[in-house]
């Protein structure tokens, strides 16, 4: 089965703190990543994807086959960085398909 | 460069009715993908079309189907619509199907 999960709805750290939010994947073939966010009343737009190993405002994630897990991390959190937070996973079986998580809504304390 | 517009913003339908929303995709780009959004979930994908061929589907019944236009605008139709297809619904378009997706800002359907 192709899944993505993203195991906490909610989490809080405050200002300055390390953050990672956890995405875990399921899929049988190559998989390619993503992290989307969502700011406050802006739209769905993408963060990162793992071909591309950049480090995208101070985050950066890696992909981990074995543990098939995708977590986003970032050393020091700010406040601007509060939003959902989705990870994605492509899926090319038949024709594209991207699978997102529940998402993780980020909220960074003063 | 003109970025993903989404028609109606919301929208109002009685369970049996049909609706059709629409979406123009950004400049340049050849790639629409559709999503139905539920409160408090994630995207879930119906289906992409690439060049006005249908290049992907999610799992979601017949009575959601999808259009791509020449000029890679995108409809995507819903028939004898139940209480659960109420949702926001987002397009996104990409140069191809692996590409950065860019997001519209959703139409928001109530069935009632």
């Known amino acids: 089965a192709q899944r993505v999960t993203q195991p906490e709805k909610l989490l809080s750290v405050f200002k300055g703190a390390p953050v990672e939010l956890k995405c875990n994947y399921s899929?049988?073939?190559?998989?390619?990543l993503f992290w989307y966010v969502q700011y406050s009343r802006q739209r769905l737009q993408l963060l990162l994807r793992?071909?591309s190993r950049e480090s995208i405002k101070g985050f950066t994630a890696d992909l981990n086959k074995g543990e098939t897990s995708f977590h986003l991390k970032k050393p020091f959190a700010q406040e601007e960085d509060s939003a959902m937070y989705y990870c994605?996973?492509?899926?090319?079986?038949?024709?594209?398909?991207?699978?997102f998580g529940a998402g993780t809504r980020l909220f960074v304390k003063a | 460069e003109t970025g993903v517009t989404q028609s109606p913003t919301h929208l109002i339908k009685t369970r049996g009715q049909q609706v059709t929303l629409r979406c123009s995709s950004q400049?340049?780009?050849?790639?629409v993908s559709w999503y139905q959004q539920a409160l408090g979930q994630g995207p879930q994908f119906i289906f992409q079309?690439?060049?006005?061929?249908?290049?992907g589907r999610g799992n979601f019944p017949p009575r959601f189907s999808g259009l791509q236009f020449p000029n890679y605008s995108s409809e995507l139709n819903v028939n004898a619509l139940e209480l659960d297809d109420s949702a926001l619904y987002l397009c996104?378009?990409?140069?191809?199907?692996?590409?950065?997706?860019?997001f519209g800002p959703g139409t928001r359907l109530t069935v009632t």
């Open positions: 994605a996973l492509l899926a090319d079986t038949g024709g594209f398909k991207t699978i």
């Open positions: 899929y049988s073939g190559s998989p390619e």
């Open positions: 793992h071909i």
């Open positions: 996104a378009s990409s140069r191809g199907g692996r590409n950065e997706q860019y």
């Open positions: 079309y690439y060049r006005e061929e249908e290049n």
């Open positions: 400049s340049g780009h050849n790639t």
